[in-house]
């Protein structure tokens, strides 16, 4: 690891092995031909540790080269700006995007393959006082979908979604924060779905994964086909099951909730900080509390922790600030813990991958009629738990205790109700 006085971040080299070498075997030129050579090697960097995003960050000097794995954004290079800025280039040619156009933000999407496997990049490109930042997404449509019990939900909570999938009525929200799984959810529902004689539709934006059997709509509002009105065009298909990428404002709201209303199954995700939160989501959207009441059927909140290496994890005994924790949320503490002191496997970091906590609010009749009139979310929380829904905390807690993940990964999240 290294760093520079300017920018104190550490630098883990371990995590582009590809990327160094290819620094090493071509060195920098006045005419940057390798440029090609070291995006290339990027990507297999960001391929092999299933990084989710690539940036490219000017300073003055100096641009950084990041990638976020496991939802964590690590420095894995730099390289002089002259670099950093044909790089920018070479990807924004790759995306589509005008390689002239400095001024003002810009989109675009492209694909590369790398060791068989067919990228796809989101990109977003912006003007610095330094040069132009580079964030990509990166897709592998060909990714397999986890099934439900890979995703590291509870029995309870795998056997509620089970059952309301099963009824075929009403409305599903899976709830959280941007980058919490929320899709990767959805994509397991639909596994669960894909052999049953019904019909399937989704809408999104994109589509993240080609599923056999099932039609997939990618909106495209440059053409004029926004949610909304996919939606509506889909309703036309006599859909079993209706997919919608994401509630994000009061008219997909307002379509949804409808076509839910009417007897079609719906799923589909929201921001919403726990369970009880979709409906406090849904009424900022413009909802009506008799809508809500009528087609909301369960909301599964959830969050994504880094998985604790398994070669390098071991045990220790409770620092004092850790037993301080557990007693200001009233919960026991154990006289170990798990941790992640880092190795080769996870390139120092002590995690590798991600697995996720749950927390399922079944609506009940009571439920409803406290969403009628107007119940508040603290009143919708109390009866979730009095009926039996075990809140994230609790999920994440126990996650703790099994050595899947650490202490230091939950203790910051946000909106973990106990």
Not at 230 to 245: E, K, S, T
Not at 351 to 366: H, K, P, Q
Not at 395 to 404: E, I, S, T
Request: glycine content about 8%; proline content about 4%; some cysteine.
């Amino acid at each position: 690891m290294s760093s520079s006085p300017a920018n104190p971040r550490n630098v883990e080299s371990r995590l582009a092995p590809r990327f160094h070498q290819a620094l090493v075997a071509m060195p920098r030129s006045p005419d940057e031909s390798h440029t090609e050579d070291w995006a290339m090697a990027l990507v297999a960097d960001a391929v092999q540790w299933k990084a989710s995003d690539i940036h490219l960050e000017p300073g003055t000097l100096e641009t950084r080269i990041r990638l976020r794995v496991d939802g964590v954004l690590h420095d894995v290079a730099v390289v002089p700006n002259f670099s950093g800025h044909r790089m920018v280039a070479f990807f924004k040619t790759l995306c589509g995007i005008d390689a002239t156009a400095l001024a003002r933000p810009e989109h675009g999407h492209g694909t590369m393959e790398t060791g068989g496997i067919l990228m796809e990049f989101r990109t977003t490109v912006a003007p610095t006082p330094d040069g132009e930042m580079v964030g990509m997404r990166l897709l592998n449509t060909k990714r397999p979908v986890l099934q439900l019990d890979g995703l590291g939900m509870a029995e309870m909570d795998q056997s509620r979604l089970r059952h309301w999938l099963d009824g075929r009525q009403g409305m599903l929200l899976v709830c959280g924060p941007v980058g919490s799984g929320k899709t990767s959810t959805l994509y397991s529902m639909l596994r669960e779905l894909q052999s049953l004689p019904c019909s399937i539709v989704t809408v999104e934006d994109p589509v993240e994964c080609n599923l056999d059997g099932i039609t997939q709509i990618q909106v495209n509002a440059k053409r004029g086909l926004n949610f909304p009105e996919a939606i509506r065009a889909m309703l036309r298909l006599d859909p079993d099951y209706l997919l919608v990428g994401e509630i994000r404002d009061p008219e997909s709201a307002h379509v949804a909730i409808t076509a839910a209303g009417t007897g079609l199954t719906v799923l589909s995700t929201i921001h919403a900080r726990d369970a009880v939160g979709a409906v406090t989501a849904l009424r900022n959207n413009g909802v009506k509390d008799w809508e809500i009441s009528a087609a909301l059927g369960l909301c599964l909140a959830q969050r994504l922790v880094r998985r604790l290496c398994a070669q390098c994890r071991t045990r220790a005994p409770l620092t004092d600030e850790e037993r301080r924790w557990f007693s200001e949320n009233a919960l026991e503490a154990h006289a170990m813990l798990w941790y992640g002191k880092g190795c080769d496997t996870c390139a120092g970091t002590g995690f590798d991958g991600r697995v996720g906590i749950f927390e399922t609010w079944r609506l009940d009749a009571d439920a409803s009629k406290l969403i009628l009139h107007g119940a508040d979310a603290a009143t919708l929380a109390s009866h979730a738990k009095a009926t039996g829904t075990r809140f994230l905390l609790a999920d994440a807690v126990n996650k703790v205790r099994d050595g899947l993940t650490a202490l230091s990964e939950i203790r910051f999240l946000g909106g973990l109700a106990s």
